[in-house]
């Protein structure tokens, strides 16, 4: 991946910023295939259809995306919920949350990531507005479900993407 500017956006997030410390982290998400949970309107997953091999959708309505984009040969819209995957057994390089970690009951979400990566997958997990009793980013007793479901924390930081906003990224290996 180069360090063009790709004009992404998701919320109020800037892409630029979020692949700029994917790549120097040694994220590369060309030639990969991705999962985008809880994809809400799409946005996301039609910028990294942009970017990868092929891209999947899920969200547990996506009526409303279809009607605004049908999907393409490297874009795929499903619906589905992130604890109940309509996908295949080792299907993915990564594994996309943005803003949804918190809504999820994650020991089940956690037992699908493990499904559905590949063995050197990475799931990878964005959060803008956290809750309370957090350690430097996330709540702590999200690390213990990680690790307790056997994901290794690869990298973790925190940008900002615009003045008045954090992004908060970890990276986890299963």
């Known amino acids: 991946m180069s360090s063009t500017h790709y004009g992404i956006t998701k919320g109020n997030a800037s892409m630029d910023i979020l692949l700029h410390h994917l790549e120097e982290r040694g994220i590369s998400l060309s030639g990969s295939t991705v999962l985008d949970l809880a994809c809400r309107d799409g946005t996301f997953t039609r910028h ?14 996506t009526e409303r995306i279809i009607e605004r984009t049908p999907s393409t040969p490297h874009t795929r819209y499903i619906r589905g919920l992130a604890e109940h995957l309509p996908c295949e057994r080792n299907s993915f390089d990564y594994v996309f949350a943005w803003n949804c970690w918190g809504s999820f009951d994650r020991h089940k979400v956690l037992s699908e990531m493990d499904r559905v990566l590949k063995p050197s997958g990475r799931l990878i997990i964005m959060e803008r507005q956290l809750p309370v009793q957090t350690t430097d980013a996330f709540p702590f007793h999200w690390y213990e479900e ?6 290794n924390l690869q990298h973790e930081w925190s940008c900002s993407t615009k003045p008045t906003e954090q992004l908060h990224v970890v990276i986890l290996k299963r």
């Open 48 to 61: 990294l259809s942009q970017l990868c091999q092929s891209v999947i959708g899920v969200d547990a309505t």
């Open 146 to 151: 990680w690790k307790s479901a056997s994901f």
